[in-house]
């Protein structure tokens, strides 16, 4: 082959035991839902001298549970903290919170990357939506629109993978041997 042709990088469907192209792995939403949400604006109650300087943080939580027995269906539920402090005084301006969830049909996935497809995919659906809501209700408290930046859900799956892997460690290691 020449050094300058175009390469085929397209693998063909790997064939499994029967000679058949297994099935790929699909989660199809079938709703989604606020559960909750609250915004205090602080800022109204306060009066601020000097130039406000928004500081806005974000904290992410995701859980995910099966609905009924033999159903496929799941529930991904994800939590929201948004708050945004004045950078010198540290004065909060405002309280975000919202729990926001989908409801999903899982076909073809095997049982042990359920878990892990749920939370990285499910989530990923679910974002812009999210990412919707939260602007509008900054932008009706009488604040700039918040465009949340994009998530990394992988990056968020393995890092609530590390902490719970520490938690167990530290607390194997309080445990007293018998």
């Known amino acids: 082959m020449a050094e300058n042709e175009p390469q085929d990088t397209t693998a ?17 939403p079938l709703g989604q839902f606020i559960r909750d949400l609250s915004f205090e604006n602080i800022l109204v109650s306060k009066t601020i001298s000097g130039e406000v300087k ?51 049909e899982a076909k073809n996935v095997p049982e042990e990357q359920l878990h892990p497809f749920l939370l990285i995919e ?15 209700v900054t932008r009706d408290g009488g604040f700039p629109a918040l465009n949340l930046e994009p998530i990394d859900f992988v990056a968020l799956y393995r890092q609530g993978i590390a902490q719970r892997q520490a938690a167990q460690q530290a607390q194997a290691a309080d445990t007293p041997a018998n």
Request: no cysteine.
């Open 12 to 28: 063909a469907p790997q064939n499994n035991a029967n000679g058949q192209t297994p099935a790929q792995p699909q989660l199809r």
């Open 54 to 104: 928004p500081d806005v943080s974000v904290q992410v939580s995701l859980d995910a549970k099966k609905r009924g027995e033999d159903s496929g269906q799941y529930e991904v539920i994800g939590k929201f903290k948004i708050t945004s402090k004045n950078k010198g005084s540290e004065e909060t301006l405002f309280l975000m919170e919202l729990e926001y969830g989908g409801v999903f």
């Open 122 to 136: 499910g989530p990923r659906l679910m974002f812009p939506y999210i990412r919707r809501i939260v602007s509008d």
